[in-house]
């Protein structure tokens, strides 16, 4: 009978891990309700939109964009931005300008690197969270974490299957039914991971539920073909959903610091 014993650890881990990630997802999802339901007819701009679809990074991308659209910044195929207008219009442009450099002159990475951990960014992500339009860090760990435990209860289930099959069991005991028993816990597993992908987090790691109805109805709003339009597309697409190949290119060489 000692399968049994195995079967029963099998349920434990399985049924910690689920729980943990269940509890970690109704935390997240009760943080700022009352903020979130007043900020469901809220407008919002293209940062707050580009950090709900894609966090800091995404800011930095549509400030870069937004001044290259309007000749002020120059963003090279090759992976580099030149200043050509040193005043900024707002806080995170005027990042932007910080980040490139007294010369006028560096490659995107960095400059994106820096613009999304500046202060500007920073209090951004702070009112999205209070307004309850944006997840909470510990909000995003919590969740993330839990999912990672379920994976490792889902491979511990399989293992702890695999080593009650190989061990004698009653005489008069199919492995078959053995197996069944352990296909329970593991099938539950399974299927946390399975809500988790289409529930907890539908289409961006950033955006609280309140947050995802703003993004999916800006994004129904996002017809036509002036600069405005193109920039929410990129807020919410991001880089790679434009149809500008330099302005790809130029971010293509963001990953790549040492290529020019």
Known sequence: MFWVLLLLSAWAVAGTACTRLCLAAARAAAVGTDAAAEAREQELTLYEAAFLSGGPSRVADVAMVAMARQRRLL???????????PHGRDDVERSVIDAVGPEGQSRIAPVRAAVAASDPVGRLADRLVRSGLAEPDDGRGSIAAGVHRVRLAAAAVSVLCVAALLTPVQEGMPRHLVALWFALPLTMTLSCLVIARFEVRPCSRWAAPAGQRLLCALARRATGADDRTFLT??????????????????FAHRDQPGRD
Do not use: F
């Open 75 to 85: 963003l090279a195929h090759t992976g580099w931005v030149t200043v050509v207008d």
């Open 233 to 250: 597309c990129v807020a919410v697409r991001g880089i790679r959903a434009v149809g500008e190949p330099r302005l790809r290119a130029a």
